[in-house]
């Protein structure tokens, strides 16, 4: 009994290693499971409010390849893995998975989302990457976006910068593959300016969330970088 389950567990891990070939023989889409907060999740159609995640399926075909958005409002590294929303991410068999925390991570120590850069995000990242290729999915870790807070100047102030490069070190020891939606998300709120950036909103007050333009930019700027990060997914990318 002991062989078989060895086996068993051999053929799902072999299996998920090679989506590919998976998918050609049994014409199933591989899964992209996307995890992360409320910057990044679904919302229902009567709301402005909108999350990159829904609109990566748009640069990928439907038929190769299927997007699974779990990301959820609120959640952070921590509270994503204890409140079971992981476990239901792993069973989801994915081919990859696009992890994006970081802004709740940074709320005040005494809240129960908040991790500390150095020491418990990185410690959650690692888990996520760790258990990930347990089940033989390939996880890609992705910078949180900066909120657009601007300085006397007009510059961003990078409040997140070091959740960011704490992401980067932790993407550099695990020899995992990095979007740096942090900086590129900079780069574009800077050439927009205070007033521009208001555009991306979904309330004029709001420096986190996103309108549809917002959520539409953000996972431009993911799809920028994500097929070079993983080169293997540029073969399900959409006719465009």
């Known amino acids: 009994m002991k062989t078989i389950l060895l086996v068993l567990m051999a053929t799902l891990v072999f299996g998920l290693r090679n989506a590919p070939a998976a998918q050609a023989a049994t014409n199933q889409p591989v899964r992209l499971v996307i995890i992360g907060d409320s910057t990044v999740c679904n919302y229902p159609t009567?709301?402005?409010?909108?999350?990159?995640?829904?609109?990566?399926?748009?640069?990928?075909?439907s038929n190769r390849l299927q997007v699974i958005n779990l990301a959820l409002s609120g959640r952070s590294t921590k509270t994503f893995i204890t409140e079971g929303h992981w476990t239901n991410a792993l069973k989801q068999t994915p081919y990859c998975i696009l992890i994006q925390f970081g802004h709740n991570d940074s709320h005040a120590p005494d809240r129960p989302e908040a991790t500390d850069a150095q020491t418990t995000y990185k410690q959650y990242l690692r888990q996520y990457i760790d258990e990930s290729r347990a089940v033989g999915a390939r996880p890609i870790l992705v910078t949180p976006m900066c909120r657009r807070k601007f300085d006397a100047d007009g510059r961003i102030k990078n409040d997140l910068l070091r959740y960011a490069d704490a992401m980067k070190a932790v993407a550099e020891e695990k020899k995992v593959p990095l979007v740096d939606l942090n900086a590129a998300s900079v780069e574009l709120c800077n050439q927009l300016g205070p007033e521009g950036s208001k555009?991306?909103?979904n309330d004029s007050s709001d420096a986190t969330h996103f309108n549809a333009k917002?959520?539409?930019e953000m996972a431009k700027l993911v799809m920028q970088q994500l097929p070079e990060a993983e080169p293997s997914l540029k073969q399900y990318e959409a006719a465009r």
């Open 199 to 201: 555009a991306l909103a």
């Open 214 to 216: 917002g959520a539409r």
């Open 46 to 61: 009567n709301q402005v409010r909108r999350g990159w995640g829904m609109f990566i399926q748009d640069y990928f075909n």
